[in-house]
């Protein structure tokens, strides 16, 4: 296999699965080839990923059937709808149960084109080509997928397995800066949960990371991918650990929320939310106070948001409660115990989370 390319496996038995990483993953032919039997694909895009990269990947998919389905950019188009009108197109066409769909764009065309295979003949194959870094360390990488519901962001889908995973660093090269910066907080997020040297890399790569060095990328990108799927292979149905992927996330969702949607990427409210619960740890005495400032100078450092002075923290815990990890009442949240050590717990002080947003938000 090509050098600069690095391979890594999910290991849940029969759904196993190699993700590719690295510059020209696109043109690895004789790896399409094996994960994609397939003679009809069904190649799933958006209007500003396809006119990038659509043809390179309808090339390496030759000499199969590839119909190509081009659907609106936009979180506000992860809909039913737009599934509905990928099953369409796998029927008009007669695609059997031995076809594949490949997603070709961001976590919202990855979770979309992955739903309707889920969902189309109770379940065809799909090949996850993610093209923002968010994507490639997230979103491509364990099974979950679906659409959002009026009633509220991904409360529709399925578990459903990718048969291999193409993370080509060099599409990277189109991604807006902000976008890459939002899929650093994702990728700094693995370090703090589990890995502390991968934390202490990160902090002394920062600058070779946003200044796109493919190599330094590809190490990023596979470390990533590596912790999650070691977790996700512990736990494919989020039953336990699986819930630590979601560190920055309960602060973060409700940042989002109570922003409409509208001024904070996912990865910016994640990266925010994660200094949120390092500073509820240190209240605890989990962590200390260098810790936090740790993080918060590492998420600086990436260009990522760290003050939400102008929020309000009433809204925020408002918001927090009605968040789905919620069980039994009580906020689970995940909290660090050390940099790159986390827990998922519901056994903390609420007044210390009170805490941290009164002295946090505004
Ligand atoms: N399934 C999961 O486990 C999981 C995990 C995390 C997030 N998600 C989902 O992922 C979605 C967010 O994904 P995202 O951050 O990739 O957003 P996105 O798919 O909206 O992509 C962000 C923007 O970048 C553009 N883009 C994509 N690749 C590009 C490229 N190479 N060059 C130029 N522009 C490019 C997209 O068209 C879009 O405008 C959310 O819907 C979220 O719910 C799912
Ligand atoms: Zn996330």
Not at 122 to 146: N, Y
């Amino acid at each position: 296999m090509d050098p600069n390319v690095q391979r890594i496996d999910v290991n849940l038995g029969k759904r196993s699965y190699p993700i590719f990483i690295g510059a020209g993953t696109l043109r690895l032919r004789a790896e399409f080839d094996r994960a994609i039997p397939a003679r009809d694909v069904l190649l799933v895009t958006n209007t500003t990923v396809g006119p990038l990269y659509a043809a390179k990947v309808a090339a390496a998919l030759e000499p199969r059937r590839c119909i190509q389905l081009e659907l609106p950019d936009g979180e506000t188009h992860k809909t039913l709808a737009n599934v509905s009108r990928m099953l369409d197109v796998l029927v008009a066409n007669r695609f059997a149960r031995d076809a594949c769909v490949v997603a070709l764009g961001g976590g919202v065309v990855g979770d979309m084109a992955g739903f309707a295979a889920a969902c189309y003949q109770r379940g065809i194959a799909f090949v996850q080509i993610p093209t923002t870094l968010l994507s490639q360390v997230d979103s491509s990488v364990g099974g979950k997928t679906g659409v959002n519901h009026p009633g509220g962001k991904n409360l529709i889908g399925a578990f459903h397995q990718p048969v291999a995973v193409f993370a080509d660093t060099d599409t990277l090269a189109t991604l807006p800066d902000r976008e890459l910066r939002a899929g650093l907080a994702e990728v700094i997020k693995y370090g703090l949960i589990v890995d502390k040297g991968f934390f202490d890399w990160l902090e002394a790569n920062a600058a070779k990371l946003l200044s796109r060095d493919t190599a330094a990328l590809t190490h990023a990108i596979k470390r990533s991918c590596e912790i999650k799927a070691e977790i996700v292979a512990r736990d494919e149905h989020e039953r336990g650990d699986r819930a630590l992927l979601n560190l920055g996330h309960t602060f973060g969702h409700a940042i989002e929320s109570a922003t409409n949607y509208a001024t904070w990427l996912h990865g910016e409210a994640v990266g925010a939310g994660m200094l949120l619960a390092a500073d509820l740890s240190q209240r605890l005495g989990w962590v200390g106070a260098e810790d936090v400032a740790r993080v918060e100078r590492v998420l600086q450092l990436f260009g990522l948001r760290t003050d939400v002075s102008t929020l309000s923290g009433a809204t925020l815990a408002d918001k927090m409660k009605i968040d789905k990890k919620v069980a039994a009442g009580r906020i689970r949240l995940v909290l660090l115990k050390a940099i790159g050590k986390s827990v998922v717990t519901g056994d903390y002080d609420d007044a210390a989370l009170r805490e941290t947003l009164r002295v946090r938000c505004g």
